[in-house]
């Protein structure tokens, strides 16, 4: 099997409970200052997709290999800064993105109004085209009681 594709996708998904106050961070965007997400780092799940699905796409394992919530240097710390850590990762292994495309499910807060933002912040971030989308889970399971919140990620690499 030829390991040395031009093309690769990767999946990425995360969760995690919201709580009130402190403030939301999805995409690297402020959404709220009225919840917060339970994490170890900020919990920017939109985020942590991403980089979940960029490491998959190049087989470089996922976030908690990288960025163990055992780490205290991750103790609150912005997840675009994972972010950033494996796109120069990316660079070295000689990829880069061809596009990506979110999903964000939450109840709360609503987030038509930051999708634009979130897409502008991640498209400077990747140097690629970026779909954000946002849905609620119709009050089903955890996002959908508003108590949780998610995000999937795909993402295309090309071999540079």
Known sequence: ??????????????????????????????VSEELH?????????????????????????????????????WK????LVFLEQVLQLMKASDFAVVN????VQAERPRLKEYKPLMQKVLEE?????????????ESCDSVGQGQAISAQAVVLLRRV
């Open 125 to 137: 971030k990747l140097g690629a085209p970026v779909g954000v989308k946002a849905g609620t889970n």
């Open 37 to 73: 997400a339970v994490a170890h780092s900020d919990g920017d799940v939109v985020i942590h997709a991403l980089v979940d699905a960029i490491l998959g796409a190049m087989g470089k394992g996922d976030i908690g290999e990288m960025f163990p919530n055992s780490d205290p240097r």
């Open 100 to 103: 990506a495309d979110l999903t």
């Open 1 to 30: 099997m030829d390991m040395d594709q031009s093309f690769r996708i990767g999946l990425g998904y995360d969760i995690h409970r919201i709580e009130p106050g402190g403030r939301l961070i999805l995409g690297g965007v402020v």
């Open 76 to 79: 609150g710390a912005s997840s």
